[in-house]
Each structure stands twice: as C-alpha cells, then as structure tokens.
Nanobody
Framework: QVQLVESGGGLVQPGGSLRLSCAAS????????MSWYRRAPGKERELVAV???????NYADSMKGRFTISRDNSKNTVYLQMNSLKPEDTAVYYC?????????WGQGTQVTVSS
C-alpha cells in the first residue's frame, strides 16, 4: 500500500519559515519524480516545486529564491524548505510521487501565514 504522509505545516508569521516533509512508503522512492503542490482557498491546485530522480529541481516562478525542494532517498522523504513566507502562501500543501502516467498523492498539510 502506497502512503505519502506530509508533516511540518502550521501557523507562521509573514517573513517566517517552515520546513515540510513528506515520507513515502510502498514505493521505490528513488525512481519517482517528487513534487509539492498547493491549493489556496478558492483557487486551483498549483505546482510549487519538483525534484527529479537525479535531484534536479524546478520551481514555480513565485517560489523561486524562497522555497527549496530536496529529497533524501535513504529516508524515502522529500522536503520543502519555505522561507520569507507571505500571506498569499497560505494553502494546503500536498506532495506527489509520479512515475510515468501514475501519480500518488498525500493527504496534505495546512500552512497558514498570518500575523
């Protein structure tokens, strides 16, 4: 059974930082492309960042320079370091594991940026 479990969300003040984690089980983690998505209230889901099997990374424009995605294949875990957070970063953040046409999703973790 495949499981993706996100953690690390919470309430943070503007300008603050959070580190999200997504622990995977039931898959050969190293061969999956891992991504973070988010869905803000009233908005569609959007891609935040992606890391490929060789560790290459890519980011949505609004996250470049503030967010860093990384993976630890020895721990079957992908991370999202978020710095300089803004109120508009408030959303549910999901991790996704993709291999070919199939994608597994986590249940999401809430991030709220507010003073």
């Amino acid at each position: 059974q495949v499981q993706l479990v996100e953690s690390g969300g919470g309430l943070v003040q503007p300008g603050g930082s959070l580190r999200l984690s997504c622990a995977a089980s039931g898959i050969t983690f190293s061969i999956y492309v891992m991504s973070w998505y988010r869905r803000a209230p009233g908005k569609e889901r959007e891609l935040v960042a992606v890391t490929s099997t060789d560790g290459a990374t890519n980011y949505a424009d609004s996250m470049k320079g503030r967010f860093t995605i990384s993976r630890d294949n020895s721990k079957n875990t992908v991370y999202l370091q978020m710095n300089s957070l803004k109120p508009e970063d408030t959303a549910v953040y999901y991790c996704a594991a993709r291999l070919g046409p199939g994608t597994y999703w986590g249940q999401g973790t809430q991030v709220t940026v507010s003073s």
